[in-house]
């Protein structure tokens, strides 16, 4: 027998799941459909991000900083380390435990907020006069109906042609964050956030890691003089890069993969590593989502069509996240969801795609938000520049961590505030003063003027405010 809902929402992701939750606290009658499943099959709610995504892999980031930090940066602070060794096995196992943490909060928050929770997938089965009729496809069947529906089914990481992923050899995100032994010598191919990151812990803990980028120019998303920084840091640690890589066959044998390709001089190479970390993006998601059954429109690219507000083609089928246009991050995917419930209550739910921080977590973190100064050229836009390095910063300094700076971009006329841009310690932290300033069109005076707590890493904030107007005091 059919069970009736106001809102279903299929797909458990961080837009799915705040979607769900936020419908029910409108007061409708909400159920989430999701299939994720942990190693006893249980229900793992919170999709990509949440397993093999954001934060496990924030996890290892974390405890592959602790252990750099322990084998080469306390010494400085007069801690003397004696016999440091790593236990991989309880470092995966402190990942996989902070996974299941975030799984269960999300299961707690539904019973919390009255949202019925359905483990399996879920596809369309017809279209109706009271709503859509979804199967769920799990270890128990079940059969829904839905006034509105909400897809947030997200996105799977993007394989190379020929080489498919095996999760033992060549890996997606997923085997990245369980490789039970450190390689001797990584791959990477992509010099995107999840290239970047996991390249990052497996150095961290011993790897010879080398990453293959097909662009020319390093990081090509993020502000120019940014990312000259960045690469310039991340090779001085070890990490070693090549861009205007063209990748060519990719061989996986028993316990190695040989990667053929010419570099940017057009002189072929052909290197052979114990595991091979595939980044070069992710495509979204509709597997068995039965479109065609409702007559659902997707894009050229696999994508959900939707408009500005998260329509899609369909009336009262909406969709979020990395299976609709815009970036592929979790909290633009949660914006998304608050948005549309409240479009479903007749209120005016607003995403504003100006103002979302993209952050990368190496080490030193990369955080920015709004245009680039090669965006703002490009458009022809004038503007002022202001820079203040973390080496003059004393909070940075106390830290030991003194790399990076950060950037304001301001209108050359208005002052108001275009971008910002940090690489340093705890950029994912700073950067939200700029994303609030952003948001209530601030000027880079407004920044410059505010009082902040000495000392502090977001001094080096208000200092680089500052240097728009050239009056920097402390560099």
């Not at 027998?1 to 809102?7: L, P, T, Y």
């Not at 309880?90 to 907020?113: E, P, S, T, W």
């Amino acid at each position: 027998m059919a069970k009736n809902f106001d809102v279903v929402v299929i797909g458990g992701g961080p837009g799915g799941y705040i979607a769900a939750i936020r419908a029910a606290q409108l007061g409708f009658n909400t159920a989430c459909i999701d299939e994720w499943k942990n190693a006893k099959n249980g229900p793992a709610p919170g999709g990509t991000c949440t397993n093999v995504g954001c934060i496990p892999s924030k996890a290892l980031l974390q405890s592959s900083e602790n252990f750099e930090h322990a084998g080469h940066a306390f010494a400085d602070h007069g801690i003397e380390v004696k016999g440091l060794s790593l236990n991989l096995g309880q470092m995966l196992a402190r990942k996989d435990n902070v996974v299941k943490q975030n799984n269960d909060g999300i299961l707690y928050l539904f019973k919390k907020n009255k949202v019925a929770f359905f483990h399996g997938r879920g596809s369309f089965v017809k279209s109706g006069s009271d709503g859509y009729e979804i199967k769920v496809a799990g270890a128990a069947e079940e059969t829904l109906v839905a006034k509105h529906v909400i897809l947030a089914t997200g996105s799977n990481p993007r394989a190379l042609p020929n080489a498919p992923f095996d999760e033992k050899l060549i890996l997606s995100n997923t085997g990245a964050l369980a490789i039970d032994a450190v390689p001797k010598k990584l791959g990477v191919i992509g010099a995107g956030v999840i290239g970047l990151e996991m390249g990052s812990v497996w150095r961290r803990l011993g790897a010879e890691v080398t990453v293959l980028e097909a662009l020319p120019a390093f990081l090509g998303a993020v502000d120019e003089q940014i990312a000259k920084e960045a690469n310039k840091l991340f090779t001085k640690q070890g990490l070693a890069i090549q861009l205007g890589v063209k990748i060519g066959a990719v061989t996986a044998g028993k316990k190695d993969v040989t990667v053929e390709y010419t570099d940017s001089k057009g002189e072929a190479h052909k290197d052979v590593y114990d595991r091979l970390i595939v980044s070069i993006g992710r495509v979204p998601n509709t597997v068995g989502l039965n479109p065609e059954a409702v007559g659902l429109k997707l894009d050229e690219r696999g994508a959900i069509v939707v408009d500005d507000e998260c329509k899609t083609s369909l009336p009262n089928v909406w969709a979020v996240g990395d299976v609709v246009r815009g970036p592929m991050l979790a909290h633009k995917a949660e914006e998304e969801g608050v948005a549309v419930a409240e479009r479903i209550a007749g209120q005016h739910g607003h995403v504003n795609f100006n103002t979302i921080p993209w952050v990368i977590y190496t080490s030193p973190e990369i955080a920015w938000v709004g245009k680039t100064e090669q965006q703002l050229k490009a458009d022809g836009v004038a503007y002022k520049a202001g820079t203040f390095p973390f080496m003059a910063n004393g909070r940075a300094r106390a830290l030991g961590d003194t790399s990076g700076m950060v950037k304001f971009l301001a209108d050359a006329k208005t002052d108001e505030i275009l971008g910002v841009h940090i690489i340093g310690p705890m950029a994912s932290e700073l950067i939200s003063e700029a994303v609030v300033a952003m948001e209530f069109r601030a000027s880079a005076e407004d920044i410059a003027r505010i009082c902040h707590a000495h000392p502090s890493l977001s001094e080096a904030t208000k200092e680089a405010a500052l240097a728009v107007d050239k009056r920097s005091l402390n560099f």
